[in-house]
């Protein structure tokens, strides 16, 4: 494959701690498992390497066992680290409390993965057939979005641009957003964002609202179980999921914009891709944990 992602998103450790029930204010509660593991970019990026797309993590990382255990990770996926390590911080973490219902609650710490600057991207020179891939996260950072507002307007017109605006979509800075929605070639969220950008409910609606804010790109709107709606080439596309027997959700969308993004690097048609995305999902939740997209193999067999 000789197209390559960029990955300009924040790769942080998460610390996920299963509990009965959250602590009152001022209290106490005993975790019943914790985990340590490589989360966000990591799970999109490890995603698309399993797919056989060489991949470059081109955000910061910092010095300190979170580092060092997030470049492990990646090694062990076969991606490599545009940058050299921060001297100072650490990479961040994300505390994650998952109650009985199953309900998830975060708490953010930043690090290394929020000081990107521009100096770091300014030789940072993807080719026409390569992806690069943005998250919404970076752009609350704002060294993180000074950086990459500076780097968009340089992309070659011919490389596909990913944007992926995250939960926190809303507080994106308004600046910021316009630029993306002018530049994407992909804007790919879930039902709940693509509302929470057009303050429209019904998902058919938003995506196709979403499509008349790009200034040259389609919609790919995310829908659980359900698969995903794609707006491209002025028509809109239901394309249905895959049933399975989910274990744990977490991480579904995550895996969905990996193989998608391999997927159109393969020059698949963005229908297929996007059928092959919700296939990749579906497999991804079949067992537990962040980072479990299936490799290439495991999907063409499930799709087969």
């Not at 009985?100 to 521009?118: H, K, Q, Y």
């Not at 992909?186 to 057009?198: I, K, P, Q, V, Y």
């Amino acid at each position: 494959m000789s197209a390559r992602l960029w990955h300009l998103g924040n790769v942080v450790v998460d610390l996920v701690l299963e509990v009965p029930a959250l602590p009152e204010l001022g209290g106490d509660v005993l975790a019943t498992r914790t985990e340590r593991t490589p989360g966000g970019g990591f799970n999109v990026m490890a995603a698309a390497a399993r797919q056989g797309l060489p991949v470059t993590y081109a955000g910061a990382h910092g010095t300190g066992p979170f580092g060092d255990r997030a470049r492990a990770a990646l090694r062990a996926e076969g991606i490599d680290t545009l940058l050299s390590p921060r001297p100072e911080p650490d990479t961040g973490f994300v505390v994650c409390l998952v109650d009985a219902d199953g309900e998830r609650t975060f708490v953010t710490s930043p690090g290394a993965e929020a000081t990107l600057a521009a100096a770091d991207l300014v030789e940072l020179r993807p080719g026409a057939s390569d992806l690069v891939y943005v998250t919404g996260y970076s752009l609350l950072y704002d060294s993180n979005r000074a950086a990459l507002l500076d780097l968009v307007p340089r992309l070659h017109p011919a490389l596909t641009l990913v944007v992926d605006p995250g939960p926190l979509a809303a507080e994106i800075p308004r600046a910021a957003l316009e630029l993306l929605l002018a530049r994407a070639d992909w804007w790919s969220c879930n039902a709940r964002e693509a509302a929470l950008l057009t303050g429209v409910d019904d998902v058919v609606e938003a995506a196709r609202m979403l499509q008349s804010l790009l200034g040259r790109g389609s919609v790919l709107v995310r829908t659980g179980p359900g698969g995903c709606l794609v707006c491209h080439g002025g028509r809109l596309v239901t394309v249905p999921g895959f049933a399975v027997d989910a274990v744990d959700l977490n991480g579904a969308g995550d895996a969905h914009t990996g193989v998608f993004m391999a997927a159109l690097a393969q020059a698949l048609d963005p229908v297929a891709a996007a059928r092959r995305a919700n296939a990749g999902a579906a497999l991804a939740v079949t067992a537990p944990g962040p980072a479990t997209a299936p490799d290439a193999a495991r999907l063409d067999a499930f799709l087969n």
